[in-house]
């Protein structure tokens, strides 16, 4: 799956559930990156095995949203030719419907049709390049969620035009999350926090006798400088980041942008998270906080360039007092 915000994953979300009892951590590799299972529970085999059983679920639904399996759902719609439908699994067709709500939303910022567009603008290595006239006007073409119809009663998808190079990376680990979450609700483990790869983070119920679980976020490029502290519950953070040097496309523009430095959303699930932290890297600061005033269920933290080379934090929706600490 393709990388959040076309860049290598970076743990900003640091947490130390050290002193918390009862407390049990289950890794796994999956989607090119680390998934743990944080849990409350007395019964430490019990909560092993629903750790496990979520994984398992896990791994199920990379093998629908991969663009690499060539068996996967998202293999099938970029070799999928104009005009014919095709039945897709649940997975799948839900993450293309909080893909197309969140590209709605955010005016273009967030679109998983990006594909041609990403590799036009950088070359094997993924170093950046500038593409001929002819590759961009092709890339642009075959870009945009509106050359996507979802057809709700029969769970299908056909395309305007082809081909179109769908990649649900940007929001594929974040609805990883919030699956393993319900399958650990059905095995009643209730208390667990679960992220992949520190960059999509959802907590259920808080560790008994805390408010929360205990997240903090910090600075990409200074880990000791802490820019909010969470008490997360019922609640799921995700960031996106760039390394420096390097661009983000705006598929809105179908150029590369400055964008922000890092930026991070906290939203009532992981999916909908990880799809805009994704477009608040695209989004101007002004475009953020106009979406975190209509929408009141949803902050923003968002790291911006300065024109003298610096940075400054820049923080939207209802942060609660005491939280942001930068």
Same mark, same amino acid.
């Given at each position: ?149 979802? /057809?709700?009663? =029969?769970?299908?998808?056909? !395309? ?5 190079? &769908?990649?649900?990376? #940007? $929001?594929?680990? +974040? ?46 490029? /200074?880990?000791? =400088?802490?820019?909010?502290? !969470? ?5 799921? &953070?995700?960031?996106? #980041? $760039?390394?420096? +040097? ?54 923003? !933290? ?10 400054? $934090? ?13």
């Amino acid at each position: 799956m393709n990388e959040k915000a076309n860049q290598p994953e970076t743990p900003f979300v640091n947490s130390d559930w050290a002193s918390v009892a009862d407390v049990h951590r289950f890794a796994h590799q999956a989607m090119a990156t680390t998934f743990e299972i944080v849990v409350q529970h007395t019964d430490k085999l019990y909560a092993q095995q629903a750790a496990h059983a979520a994984f398992d679920e896990l791994d199920r639904i990379e093998g629908e949203l991969s663009r690499y399996a060539e068996t996967s759902d998202v293999a099938r719609i970029n070799h999928l030719g104009a005009g014919e439908p095709l039945q897709l699994g649940l997975d799948t067709f839900e993450c293309l419907k909080v893909s197309q709500r969140i590209h709605k939303q955010s005016g273009g910022a967030f679109d998983v049709t990006v594909g041609y567009l990403l590799d036009c603008w950088r070359d094997e290595d993924k170093k950046p390049r500038v593409p001929s006239d002819d590759e961009l006007k092709f890339a642009r073409a075959h870009t945009g969620m509106n050359l996507l119809r979802l /057809d709700e009663k =029969r769970f299908t998808i056909e !395309l305007f035009i082809s081909p179109v190079r &769908v990649d649900l990376g #940007g $929001v594929g680990k +974040g609805y990883g999350v919030d699956q393993m979450a319900e399958l650990l609700g059905e095995w009643d483990v209730d208390r667990a926090l679960i992220h992949g790869g520190f960059s999509s983070v959802l907590a259920m119920a808080p560790p008994e006798g805390l408010p929360g679980w205990p997240v903090t976020l910090s600075d990409p490029s /200074d880990r000791s =400088r802490t820019l909010a502290r !969470l008490q997360l519950r019922d609640r799921a &953070v995700s960031g996106s #980041g $760039v390394e420096q +040097g390097t661009h983000i496309i705006d598929p809105r523009i179908g150029r590369p942008v400055e964008g922000k430095i890092a930026a991070w959303s906290l939203t009532p699930d992981a999916a909908t998270g990880d799809a805009l932290s994704t477009a608040f890297m695209i989004m101007t600061p002004e475009e953020v906080a106009k979406y975190c005033a209509a929408h009141c269920d949803v902050r923003a !933290l968002l790291i911006v360039p300065t024109d003298d080379g610096a940075q400054r $934090v820049f923080s939207a929706g209802a942060w609660r007092d005491g939280e942001l600490v930068y």
